[in-house]
């Protein structure tokens, strides 16, 4: 009789269960399922041509007032990394080139002293507004 007992409190319940509102709605589909992967978070193919002697003297952190990016290379990635914007690869627009763009087409265009420290970073958005950044580190 336990089962039976159980089966008559559920079946009591079930038409309470209605009235606690809707169910959630489902989960969004995978990006993958219904277009194009989010531009940002793009990688590109593995290039031997970014090593040390082509990006790391574009490395350093940048600063415009209080917000900062950081330009990094990891092994043969080109990085930059921007609060609120993320991580994003960068791949040179020609050989020995300092103008980058990454997977959204935003463009980097980077100006470094002859010798000694400081630098530049220019950020061009797709909707061509440009800021400027200085070079605090390395």
């Not at 590109?44 to 990006?55: E, G, K, L, R, S």
């Not at 415009?64 to 921007?82: A, I, K, N, P």
Request: aromatic share 10%; charged share 20%; with cysteine.
């Amino acid at each position: 009789m336990p089962g039976v007992k159980r089966s008559l409190t559920l079946l009591a319940a079930l038409p309470m269960a209605a009235c606690l509102g809707p169910a959630p709605p489902p989960p969004p589909m995978p990006a993958e399922l219904y277009g194009a992967a989010d531009c940002a978070s793009t990688v590109f193919p593995t290039d031997p041509t970014v090593n040390a002697a082509t990006v790391d003297k574009f490395a350093g952190v940048y600063r415009r007032g209080r917000e900062s990016v950081t330009v990094s290379r990891q092994d043969h990635r080109f990085l930059l990394h921007r609060v609120r914007y993320g991580v994003r690869e960068l791949r040179t627009e020609a050989p020995q080139s300092w103008y980058f763009r990454d997977g959204c087409g935003v463009r980097y265009a980077f100006v470094l002293p002859p010798d000694g420290p400081g630098g530049m970073l220019t950020i061009t958005d797709l909707d061509g507004t440009s800021s400027r950044w200085n070079r605090q580190g390395y």
